[in-house]
């Protein structure tokens, strides 16, 4: 069975298929990740990609096999291996394209990350979540840049150090995922989202990622402002940018729909 199934459109679906061992990944599934975010973030016919699961759980983390191998690792082993995973996450993380996090059961340490690197997430009301790493004598360094982004610093204190199991009310309150509902309404959600994706400038989208990922916590001082007045004359001149206004004077629909 691939560890991986894609179905390539104008909205992309990316689905964990290892349900067996609850989605967890080791080096052949970060290698796949990697390829396939790389490749649909590449491909002009996507706009927007959806990362999904097969089976009760989203994600569970590392592969206990995979983590059985590594025990016997040696220092410059284990670096080369978490730059893999840390390369996998900044793929993600920095895709093209918008990504959209269809979490249909629980997600466990690793797998907070590959929640926290979409950009939109959509739960399933009975999905728990567990940051679980200090359990085992580890912590979840590799994720961590994306995951205190995801919940925020206060919260991430608490569920970092206690490795506390939580419900998916509580990961909405702390916006770590911006919709939670039951399963029968996860696909009309997710679509929902994808549908306000693709109505929009793909252009856009794009260079407003790049926005989000330069402003946020940065230092409002004068580079960041001449930044944003260049972005912001950079892209009403853009053919998109043209496009957009007109066809909002004009009533009808822009060229991209």
């Known amino acids: 069975m691939a560890a991986l199934s894609i179905d390539v459109g104008a909205v992309a679906t990316v689905t964990l298929n290892r349900p067996e061992v609850r989605n967890a990944f080791n080096d052949g599934v970060i290698a796949e990740l990697t390829q396939a975010f790389t490749e649909l973030g590449h491909n002009d016919t996507v706009r927007a990609i959806v990362l999904a699961a097969n089976g009760p759980a989203f994600c569970a983390g590392a592969d206990l096999n995979w983590m059985r191998r590594m025990a016997d690792y040696t220092h410059a082993e284990n670096l080369a291996d978490a730059a893999q995973l840390a390369e996998m996450l900044r793929v993600i993380y920095t895709c093209p394209k918008p990504t959209v996090a269809r979490i249909q059961g629980d997600v466990y340490a690793g797998g907070m990350g590959l929640v926290a690197v979409c950009d939109m997430a959509v739960s399933v009301d009975t999905a728990n979540y567990c940051l679980s790493e200090v359990k085992l004598g580890l912590y979840p360094a590799t994720i961590s840049p994306y995951v205190i982004r995801a919940m925020g610093a206060r919260t991430a204190h608490r569920y970092f150090l206690t490795a506390e199991r939580f419900d998916a009310a509580e990961a909405l309150r702390m916006g770590f995922v911006h919709a939670v509902v039951s399963a029968d309404q996860i696909d009309d959600k997710v679509a929902e989202i994808t549908k306000a994706l693709t109505s929009a400038s793909p252009n856009a989208v794009r260079e407003c990622k790049t926005l989000l990922h330069d402003v946020a ?31 909002f004077l004009q009533k009808r629909k822009p060229n991209w729909l």
Request: no cysteine; net charge neutral.
């Open 217 to 247: 916590g940065a230092t409002i001082d004068s580079a960041l402002i001449a930044r944003t007045v260049q972005g912001i004359a950079s892209i009403r001149a853009s053919a998109e940018g043209k496009e957009g206004v007109q066809s």
